[in-house]
Each structure stands twice: as structure tokens, then as C-alpha cells.
């Protein structure tokens, strides 16, 4: 099982890579988004189908799992790159080959079977220096690299307002987590801007998005590739009082994607139901009173922190959504307009929904909706600032 299992991470990381990477010049130097019915093209594709599900099979045909979860986490990763290059190049592999493996594995860990984003940002083991990719284009390390970086300091900040509660935010002890959150929020900003500079846009579009797209197992098809499937990102909109659990649109937002996001992000997504933001926290202290000087110091924190979540998220949808998703699907052709969003859903809908999220993050005034705006307007009416 072992030797099984190392040979399909030895492909993943090697054959499966130049295949892929072949596959893509062609498609570049072409500017489609596949080809097929050309030899050398075919010669590829059918090169990869056979070898990945002749070694995923060999595996299946055991009929066993890994003991450890994350052992298991990462199998289906690989199962999932192998099926989420097939959808991208259009080539159908067996279902027998690798459906009940990939099923068996996503019930054992309570996740959707299939390749995730948390594959590539949180459980990508490297070897020699090297994480998983599809390719070796420089554009997808680029990509995974600030990518992988935004969900660290999300995690960071995460981490460092789940300590406030348990302190109080009067506490001084408090500041020292509030600052480490607003550094951490900043740098997401920060990594979203160079991402912005250095990802090539038509790279981006011919040769990295085209991985993310929904794929079948089994019987039923499971929506494609989300960057925002991690908890941590849900836990400070939450933690902050930005954005609402009892909201229903973001009660759906949260809801949706719970069988995408790494198994131990689901017990956070779960506690968010629960979970008292610091926003109304810092609202009660200061109606009770003339503020302490603690206190006023991580009341003006926490607006810093919103501020720069709202800064991170505006910019990511203006500077990265609009200009990588939006404008590059109105010069794609009509056959491929209905396949431009790896959930599915028309691109208007999925454009309008990331612009709502934007919007509850960075508290905009917006008709019809409900934002913190309120709320943040008193904490600078109590603080007389």
C-alpha cells in the first residue's frame, strides 16, 4: 500500500507535471483553452489518462485506507490532481479506476471527494524544496505561491483574535493579539499585491484557472476549485463583526462550502454560529463607561483590523477578480462562456455574489444589504473620534 502510494506521488510530482506542462505550451502558443484531434496532442492526453489511472488503480485494487486522516487527505489529493488535469484537457478516465477510492476517502474524512484548494495551500507537502503543482510554469508557482502566503496570514490573524475573548478586549494583554492582527491582515494585502504584479494574465487564464473546474465522480459532479475554501478568512469576517452567521446569505456563503475546506477547518466554520464578535464586545465596554486607556487602545485596533480586511478584499476583487476572471471571459469563445467559473453558476451570479461578500468585508453603504457600517460608526462616536 505504502509503495503504491509513494509511486503515484513520485508521478504526480514528475511525469504528471511535464505532461501537463507539454500540454500547455501547445495550448498557449495556439491561445485556446484545449485542442484535441491533433496526434501530438492526443499522444499526451492519452498518455496521462493511462499511466495516472493505471497507478491509481493498483492502489484501489487494495481496497484499504491509510489509518492516519491526513494521510488519507493526502491520497485524495493526488487522486485529485490526476482527475482535475483530466477535466481540464477534456479526457474522461475510467470511473471504476478511481471512483470508489475517492469516495471511500472523502466519507472516511467528512469532505467532498475531490481535489481542494487546501490541497495546494495548507496540506501540500514539498519534497526538495518543491510543493505540488500541475505544472512547472512559473505563472502557477507564482500563483500558489502568494496565494498559499494570503492564507497564512489569514490563519495568522485568525489565530491571534481567537486569543482576544478568553483576555477581554480591555485587557493590555489583548493589544499584543489585536496588533498581531492587524499586521497579519496587512500582509494579505500585501501578497495580494504582488500577486497582481507578477501573475501574467493570459497565463492565468489558458494555463492555471482551466485546472480549477468542477469534474464528476462517481454518479455526481462536484463544483471546481474555490481559493476562499479555508475557515480562517469565514473566522475573521465573524471575529471582527463584519459579516453575520444568523445572515443568510452568509449563513449560505459558509454553508456551501463546509465539504471543500480541509477537515480541520470544519470544527471553526461550525463554532462561527456561536461566536460573539469582538465588534460588539467593544461597543458594550464602551457604553458601560469612560473607556480605559487598554481599552481604547484595542478599540482603535480592532477598526484597524476591519479596515485592513476590508482594504485586503476590495482589493482582491477590483484588482484580481475583475481583471483575471471577468475581462478575460469576454474574449473567450462562445462554446466556452458557459464553463468560465469553477462553480458552475453563471459568471454574472458568481461576480455579483464575490461583490456582496466584498462589500458586507469592507462595510460599504449598499441598498438591500446590512453591513457593520452602523456599528463601526459608533465605536468612533464613543471613542470621540
Not at 45 to 62: F, K, M, N, W, Y
Not at 79 to 96: D, K, T
Not at 149 to 167: C, D, F, G, N
Request: net charge negative; hydrophobic share 45%.
Amino acid at each position: 500500500m505504502t509503495r503504491a502510494i509513494t509511486d503515484l506521488d513520485r508521478w504526480i510530482r514528475g511525469e504528471f507535471t511535464e505532461l501537463n506542462t507539454k500540454l500547455e505550451e501547445i495550448y498557449f502558443a495556439e491561445k485556446t483553452l484545449v485542442l484535441r484531434g491533433r496526434a501530438e496532442v492526443d499522444e499526451l492526453t492519452a498518455t496521462l489518462v493511462r499511466d495516472g489511472g493505471s497507478l491509481i488503480g493498483e492502489i484501489a485494487a487494495r481496497r484499504e485506507l491509510p489509518e492516519h486522516a491526513d494521510a488519507r487527505y493526502e491520497l485524495l489529493g493526488m487522486i485529485g490532481f490526476y482527475l482535475a488535469a483530466c477535466r481540464r484537457h477534456e479526457v474522461e478516465p475510467e470511473q471504476a479506476e478511481f471512483a470508489p477510492l475517492a469516495l471511500a476517502l472523502g466519507a472516511s474524512l467528512g469532505v467532498a471527494p475531490r481535489f481542494a484548494a487546501s490541497h495546494q495551500n495548507i496540506g501540500n507537502r514539498a519534497v526538495g524544496g518543491a510543493f505540488a503543482t500541475f505544472t512547472t510554469l512559473e505563472s502557477e508557482r507564482t500563483f500558489l505561491l502568494y496565494n498559499g502566503l494570503s492564507v497564512m496570514a489569514y490563519r495568522r490573524a485568525t489565530h491571534a483574535l481567537l486569543s482576544v475573548p478568553a483576555l477581554g478586549v480591555s485587557n493590555p494583554l489583548a493589544t499584543y493579539h489585536l496588533t498581531d492582527a492587524v499586521a497579519a491582515l496587512r500582509d494579505v494585502l500585501r501578497f495580494s499585491q504582488a500577486l497582481a504584479n507578477e501573475l501574467d494574465k493570459d497565463r492565468f487564464f489558458y494555463n492555471i484557472r482551466p485546472y480549477f473546474k468542477s469534474y464528476r465522480v462517481g454518479s455526481r459532479e462536484f463544483r471546481g476549485v474555490n481559493a476562499g475554501d479555508f475557515g480562517a478568512v469565514n473566522a475573521v469576517d465573524v471575529l471582527l463583526g463584519l459579516c453575520s452567521p444568523h445572515d443568510p446569505f452568509y449563513q449560505e456563503v459558509i454553508t456551501e462550502k463546509y465539504p471543500y475546506v480541509a477537515p480541520a477547518d470544519q470544527p471553526l466554520l461550525r463554532s462561527l454560529a456561536t461566536t460573539e464578535s469582538l465588534l460588539d464586545m467593544v461597543v458594550s465596554e464602551l457604553e458601560a463607561g469612560p473607556p480605559s486607556a487598554p481599552l481604547r487602545e484595542n478599540a482603535e485596533l480592532l477598526l484597524d483590523a476591519c479596515r485592513g480586511h476590508g482594504a485586503a478584499t476590495v482589493f482582491h476583487h477590483n484588482k484580481l477578480v475583475a481583471p483575471f476572471l471577468r475581462e478575460p471571459a469576454g474574449y473567450a469563445p462562445p462554446s466556452d462562456q458557459a464553463d468560465m467559473t469553477t462553480s458552475g453558476s453563471p459568471l454574472d451570479a458568481v461576480i455579483e455574489a464575490l461583490a456582496r461578500l466584498r462589500d458586507l468585508r469592507a462595510a460599504h453603504d449598499r441598498p438591500g444589504i446590512v453591513t457593520a457600517r452602523p456599528v463601526l460608526d459608533r465605536v468612533r462616536a464613543l471613542l470621540g473620534s
